[in-house]
């Protein structure tokens, strides 16, 4: 079990490169959803809430007692089955570049100044590194936290707009607050966008015309966005 007070440098910068494009996601995944109560079946890989059935995999779970998490793949409850096949990619990748965070089995986050919020961090993370379509965070006990990760192509997924591009990436920028050009980055990187950095700029060229100009000041905020349509 990890023991740590915050997390390393490598394993903020993965999460980081997801903050816009995840934070967006989050949302068109929290529209989508029906209120209702919810109930799962593991063995059958399957969530339902308000009537609606989706497939779903098992990303980890939060003890709010002991305040530590346990990734869904390594549940002793779990291990090698469907419900966490999709998760375990998040290990093997974790153990390619050499971060911790997604390696070990349990990491323990009582140290760190609010445990809840670091639980958060994995989950967000976790679904970044498995570019998932959201996640789903659910009280699953007095003492425990489950996360599950959509796997079902009914969940919409966040498309780039230019309209919504900049407050998504001043959203993103604002979750972590480390590199904005990281932020930046992934969000276009994951939509499939060629970018042009320059020394305070980064241009990319948006698809069906149009560009997006990511003004950074001096110290690498965002000073600005530009969107230039056709």
């Known amino acids: 079990m990890i023991t740590s007070t915050q997390f390393s440098e490598a394993f903020l910068d993965e999460a980081e490169r997801h903050a816009a494009w995840g934070a967006a996601q989050l949302e068109a995944l929290t529209g989508f959803l029906p209120e209702g109560p919810w109930t799962a079946d593991l063995p059958s890989c399957l969530y339902r809430q308000g009537g609606l059935e989706l497939r779903i995999a098992v990303l980890g779970t939060y003890d709010l007692r002991e305040q530590s998490w346990m990734w869904g793949w390594a ?6 089955t469907e419900v966490v096949a999709l998760t375990a990619a998040i290990e093997r990748y974790g153990r390619g570049l050499g971060i911790a ?14 445990p809840r919020r670091a639980a958060e961090t994995l989950a967000f993370a976790g679904m970044g590194v498995a570019e998932a379509s959201g996640y ?12 599950f990760l959509p796997d079902d192509p009914q969940v919409p997924r966040a498309q780039l707009d230019a309209v919504a591009l900049p ?8 979750l972590f607050g480390r590199s904005a050009r990281r932020v930046v980055r992934g969000y276009l990187d994951h939509h499939g ?3 042009r950095e320059e020394a305070d700029r980064m241009v990319a060229e948006l698809p069906g015309g149009g560009s997006a100009e990511v003004e950074f000041d001096a110290v690498g905020r965002i000073g600005g966005v530009r969107v230039t349509a056709v």
């Open 75 to 80: 549940n002793p409850g779990l291990r090698g």
């Open 101 to 114: 965070e997604f390696t070990e089995e349990v990491l323990d986050l009582s140290g760190f100044a609010d």
């Open 136 to 147: 789903l965070g659910m009280e699953a006990g007095p003492d425990t936290r489950v996360y």
């Open 167 to 174: 407050r998504e990436l001043m959203t993103g920028a604002g």
């Open 193 to 195: 966008v060629a970018v």
